[in-house]
């Protein structure tokens, strides 16, 4: 048989010897069943490697496939798809934007650690077997031998008793009372250290389950309050324990509640204001973990602060709360702090202007901080050339909320910084205001008290402005004199110069301009970079030349005290040297002869030349014979013959006393 022949019959023998087969029925369910599983697996791939997508591509994805469910109730319909009557009413929808980041971290951190909790089957069983009611749950004492999860079955039972009624939600009286029972335990020292953070996370981590819509601004505020009730209730059954204050177990506790408090989502001032103040002293040094927690909550919030007098009132309500601070024991919490914000200097961010104006306001309120420390953290938080300086208007209030205490009329000075607000902050007008507003108020002290912080800041220009400015607005007798102060460079001495013109002017004219002129020549003596003519110029004792055939204009007697206070000035200064000093003396008294020569020269005048030279015989000197002989006839002239013949005397005995003590002392 041909090969071809024997493979026919093969297959036409294998075709009738095979069995046969009935076909098999589907049911319709079946079906769609696989076909329903399907469409669920055939959507989810596995990604390898280089593949995955980043944060953002993950976000954007989600959102598009959040857009694009059918059933915007799950993340998958159960429904088939070719349902179409089954799709839900799109003109019903809203959309809602996606959580950020922080909270879908902060909710699976929470659920990751709830689900290793044996407190979520406590909680499921309560929410299970529950029936809401109004009644009010009975009082509860518990004791030392009561298992902290105890006390947490009872508060979270509470809690579901009040959030599960229409009537409770909103004031909570069962959970309330929970924390009045809780305060009583811990008054009377039932629970200690580790028990009570122990009953404070338990509570703290079935309040973050039994939220609801993590989403919702409104439930994450609650859960916020409800916390907070707790925290004061402990704080006030710490603060009133009946067991020692040196109970070393307490500072576990007290560290956990300030942590506690630095987390809430709310308004937490007033109960960290609590804590600081029952914190016991032997306590306060270890606290410092969680006053820095708590700083750096109040750094975080000044960002998002654009106004000023939101950061004032904030600064001022955590400066009540850590008055107990000093720089000997807690220094390393305010450099942690200052640490904090040059983390936000070096990252550039937008809201480090306000950060770093919140913390300077903080120190300034703080009343362990100095001056000093004061302008070393501005200057640190300033330096780098990226930095935008404190404006002047920022020093100005700086300096108003340091010396609070000493300023009487403190709403006028901020009114002055007030009417500049329009305007630029750092315009010259700014310090010019402040230093009007302190002059007419009398409380010119604020003054010289600025110009030092400039100095410690290094703003030697800014303390030049300031005394323009106030040169400007403030015309006075005192003007000469501060010009010939400005002319040399030294803003300080004018500054100085109008602080003595306003102390002195309170007196009798005569009296508080001749103090005036006293005091304010030593100091401008004093200064090296004055020229001594200048002052003569300033105070108008050089007239000048006179034309031939015209008379000399007659000296008022105010010019006569002005010359005569002049010269005492001149002759009491212990800058000037002696032949100096008899220089200037004896421009005064040509001065006063110009305009007479017959003139009778006023007695201060004439003490004034004899005390300068008398200098060489209070020393041991002989004196010069010129210098005596030449005041001896002023002195004759002007005082008549007789007390020349007394001062002439007493002149001659002190010489012949200085020679023989000085041949005694070279024999």
């Known amino acids: 048989m041909s090969p071809a022949l024997a493979s026919k019959c093969h297959r036409a023998a294998h075709r009738h010897l095979r069995p046969q087969h009935d076909s098999i029925w589907i049911p319709e369910t079946l079906l769609i069943a696989t076909f329903e599983r399907f469409c669920v697996t055939s959507t989810t791939t596995t990604r390898h490697g280089s593949s995955v997508p980043g944060p953002m591509e993950n976000r954007r994805r989600m959102g598009r496939r959040h857009m694009g469910e059918l059933n915007f109730g799950q993340s998958h319909s159960a429904a088939p798809l070719w349902g179409l009557e089954n799709l839900p009413d799109l003109t019903q929808w809203q959309w809602k934007p996606p959580s950020p980041p922080d909270t879908r971290l902060r909710q699976s951190e929470a659920e990751g650690a709830w689900r290793q909790s044996p407190l979520k089957a406590v909680v499921d069983s309560l929410g299970s077997l529950f029936v809401p009611t109004s009644a009010p749950l009975p009082k509860r004492i ?40 809780w305060e009583s335990c811990v008054t009377d020292g039932h629970f200690w250290g580790e028990k009570i953070c122990s009953v404070l996370d338990g509570i703290q981590r079935g309040l973050c389950m039994m939220q609801l819509g993590d989403e919702d601004l409104v439930a994450s505020t609650t859960i916020s309050k409800l916390e907070l009730v707790l925290l004061q209730a402990t704080i006030a059954g710490l603060s009133s324990r009946n067991i020692p204050q040196d109970n070393q177990s307490d500072c576990l506790v007290w560290s956990s509640v300030l942590h506690k408090i630095s987390g809430l989502q709310i308004n937490n001032l007033t109960v960290l204001k609590a804590a600081m103040a029952h914190i016991p002293d032997c306590y306060l040094g270890d606290m410092s973990a969680g006053i820095l927690a708590n700083l750096r909550t109040y750094l975080t919030a000044s960002r998002r ?168 607005e403030v015309k006075n007798e005192a003007t000469p004199l501060v010009n010939l102060a400005l002319g040399a460079r030294q803003p300080g001495l004018a500054i100085e110069i109008l602080s003595l013109y306003q102390k002195h002017s309170g007196g009798p004219a005569r009296c508080w301009k001749r103090n005036f002129l006293t005091d304010a020549l030593k100091i401008l003596t004093k200064c090296r970079s004055v020229r001594q003519d200048k002052i003569l110029s300033a105070l108008g004792l050089i007239r000048p030349l006179r034309r031939r055939g015209r008379r000399a204009e007659a000296i008022t007697m105010r010019q006569l005290l002005d010359t005569a206070t002049a010269a005492m000035a001149f002759a009491n200064s212990p800058g000037l040297s002696n032949r100096t000093s008899l220089r200037l003396i004896s421009r005064c008294i040509r001065y006063l002869q110009a305009s007479n020569r017959n003139a009778v020269l006023p007695t201060p005048a004439l003490r004034a030349l004899l005390h300068n030279i008398t200098r060489d015989l209070a020393e041991g000197r002989p004196g010069r014979t010129a210098r005596l002989r030449w005041v001896l006839r002023l002195f004759q002239k002007h005082a008549g013959y007789e007390q020349m013949l007394q001062i002439g005397l007493v002149l001659r005995r002190w010489r012949d006393f200085n020679y023989r003590r000085r041949r005694e002392s070279i024999g």
């Open 142 to 181: 518990w004791d030392a031998h009561s298992p902290p999860s105890e006390v947490v079955d009872a508060g979270l039972n509470a809690l579901c008793r009040d959030l599960t009624s229409d009537t409770t939600a909103q004031t909570w009286p069962n959970f309330k009372s929970f924390c009045h029972s």
């Open 305 to 472: 602060n654009s106004k000023r007098s939101t950061l004032a009132r904030q600064a001022s309500k955590v400066a009540q709360c850590l008055t107990r601070l000093d720089l000997t024991n807690h220094l390393h919490i305010l450099e942690s702090g200052t640490q904090f914000v040059l983390q936000e200097k070096d990252s550039k961010a937008p809201g480090y202007p306000r950060e770093r104006l919140a913390w300077l306001y903080l120190l300034a309120r703080l009343p362990c901080v100095n001056e000093s420390y004061l302008a070393a953290v501005c200057s640190i938080l300033e330096a780098g050339k990226a930095v935008k300086p404190l404006s002047r208007r920022g020093i100005c209030e700086l300096y108003l909320l340091k010396h609070r205490s000493s300023i009487k009329d403190e709403l006028a000075l901020y009114n002055s910084l007030r009417k500049n607000q329009g305007r630029n902050s750092n315009s010259s007008e700014t310090y010019s205001s402040l230093c009007l507003a302190a002059w007419q108020t009398g409380q010119f002290h604020v003054v010289p008290g600025l110009c030092e912080l400039l100095h410690k800041l290094g703003r030697q220009q800014d303390i030049m402005c300031l005394a323009r400015g106030l040169r400007d």
